[in-house]
């Protein structure tokens, strides 16, 4: 059974940094690509960022510049530095790990990130 567990998530004043992490279990990580969603309230999810299992990224343009993508394959994780916190980057971070071809993907239990102006 896969399992994506976050952690780090919590309440920063804007400008703050935090860093997520997600443990992965039950999968062979280093074989896939994994990245990180979020949703506001009343927004959509949006793709923040991924990490491909060849170390190649992609980071969505609100958040370029600001934000990091990494995996320790070794320890089964993807973390998400994130620098410079405004409010709009407020809402539920979630771990995920794309199945293409099945009807759905890996997902974690989200972890809450609140910016406060």
């Known amino acids: 059974q896969v399992q994506l567990v976050e952690s780090g998530g919590g309440l920063v004043q804007a400008g703050g940094s935090l860093r997520l992490s997600c443990a992965a279990s039950g999968i062979i990580f280093s074989f896939n690509t994994v990245g990180w969603h979020r949703q506001a309230p009343g927004k959509q999810r949006e793709l923040v960022a991924s990490?491909?299992?060849?170390?190649?990224?992609n980071y969505a343009d609100s958040v370029k510049g600001r934000f990091t993508i990494s995996r320790d394959n070794a320890k089964n994780t993807v973390y998400l530095q994130m620098n410079s916190l405004t409010p709009e980057d407020t809402g539920v971070y979630y771990c995920w790990i794309p199945r293409p071809g099945f009807v759905r993907d890996y997902w974690g239990q989200g972890t809450q990130v609140t910016v406060s102006s």
């Open positions: 990490i491909t299992r060849g170390g190649s990224t």
